[in-house]
């Protein structure tokens, strides 16, 4: 499997199930260190290869991150590596390898474990409100609560059901050639909306459509090829509060043709159009 190809989502064509895994032609054996057998490996990622002989439909933000740089993330991320070497000042020698094969690694590691506590806290908030509204129970933290309020307000307003919302609900076809997950789907009105959670920062600065991250109008933008009639919304939450805002995508079309764009090249770029399975 070549580099990055582990990264992309992939989705079964029919059923629109995430393939998580596909069948070794050859199961692969794990010895411990007297070479002893400890485990048997009949399963694997599935890669570029699978995808090409089954037509798996890749995810819309798989293309996204493959195409699109995310410069916000990357600022992101050397923002924080600053932060982190202020915290922990380099005290070696100087030289080239303590500073490249100690000090360096040092710094990414701290540094990743902090975005995994940004990620893990988002991944939370998600589930605290889907739990919520599919199974009805209560959220554990005060942010995941404030999220559910906001959202209660959001489908009052549009008189959207609670037993019309469904969440992590696959889209996509074959004719496409992609699928998504959008976070929440309110079948009565029409409405797909993707939840992203947010340091304060963040969350201050977004206050309209123009506002969202590029990533975020092309996921959108996605989501309008897969239902055109329905209306796109970005729900912002913060991780430190739980206060959401619900920003509806301007120009969807555009957004839409954009992400067209995004996806001809990816499929140029794969040498493989799901498209043309059909």
């Given at each position: 499997?070549?580099?990055?190809?582990?990264?992309?989502?992939?989705?079964?064509?029919?059923?629109?199930?995430?393939?998580?895994?596909?069948?070794?032609?050859?199961?692969?054996?794990?010895?411990?260190?007297?070479?002893?057998?400890?485990?048997?490996?009949?399963?694997?990622?599935?890669?570029?290869?699978?995808?090409?002989?089954?037509?798996?439909?890749?995810?819309?933000?798989?293309?996204?991150?493959?195409?699109?740089?995310?410069?916000?993330?990357?600022?992101?991320?050397?923002?924080?590596?600053?932060?982190?070497?202020?915290?922990?000042?380099?005290?070696?020698?100087?030289?080239?390898?303590?500073?490249?094969?100690?000090?360096?690694?040092?710094?990414?590691?701290?540094?990743?474990?902090?975005?995994?506590?940004?990620?893990?806290?988002?991944?939370?908030?998600?589930?605290?409100?889907?739990?919520?509204?599919?199974?009805d129970i209560e959220p554990e933290t005060m942010e995941g609560k404030n999220i559910c309020?906001?959202?209660?307000?959001?489908?009052?307003?549009?008189?959207?059901?609670?037993?019309?919302?469904?969440?992590?609900?696959?889209?996509?076809?074959?004719?496409?050639?992609?699928?998504?997950?959008?976070?929440?789907?309110?079948?009565?009105?029409r409405i797909i909306n993707d939840l992203k959670t947010t340091k304060q920062k963040n969350?201050?600065?977004?206050?309209?459509?123009?506002?969202?991250?590029?990533?975020?109008?092309?996921?959108?933008?996605?989501?309008?090829?897969?239902?055109?009639?329905?209306?796109?919304?970005?729900?912002?939450?913060?991780?430190?509060?739980?206060?959401?805002?619900?920003?509806?995508?301007?120009?969807?079309?555009?957004?839409?043709?954009?992400?067209?764009?995004?996806?001809?090249?990816?499929?140029?770029?794969?040498?493989?159009?799901?498209?043309?399975?059909?």
């Amino acid at each position: 499997m070549k580099k990055g190809e582990g990264n992309i989502r992939w989705y079964d064509r029919d059923s629109l199930e995430i393939v998580d895994e596909v069948l070794r032609a050859t199961p692969k054996k794990i010895k411990d260190e007297e070479g002893n057998v400890t485990a048997t490996l009949t399963h694997r990622k599935p890669s570029l290869t699978d995808a090409r002989k089954q037509f798996f439909l890749p995810s819309v933000t798989s293309v996204i991150k493959d195409i699109v740089a995310a410069r916000a993330l990357t600022e992101w991320i050397e923002e924080d590596c600053i932060k982190t070497c202020a915290a922990y000042p380099y005290q070696g020698d100087g030289s080239e390898e303590d500073i490249h094969d100690r000090y360096m690694p040092m710094i990414k590691g701290k540094r990743q474990e902090y975005s995994s506590s940004v990620q893990d806290k988002g991944k939370l908030l998600h589930k605290e409100k889907e739990l919520f509204f599919i199974e009805d129970i209560e959220p554990e933290t005060m942010e995941g609560k404030n999220i559910c309020i906001g959202y209660q307000k959001f489908m009052n307003m549009w008189g959207a059901k609670k037993e019309n919302m469904t969440c992590e609900q696959p889209f996509g076809s074959s004719s496409i050639g992609f699928a998504g997950t959008p976070d929440d789907y309110f079948g009565d009105i029409r409405i797909i909306n993707d939840l992203k959670t947010t340091k304060q920062k963040n969350f201050e600065k977004i206050k309209k459509s123009s506002h969202l991250y590029l990533s975020w109008k092309l996921q959108l933008g996605a989501y309008r090829k897969i239902d055109p009639e329905a209306r796109l919304f970005q729900a912002v939450a913060s991780q430190e509060t739980g206060e959401v805002k619900f920003i509806e995508l301007e120009d969807p079309d555009i957004w839409a043709k954009a992400f067209d764009g995004i996806f001809t090249t990816w499929c140029a770029q794969k040498e493989y159009d799901p498209r043309c399975a059909i």
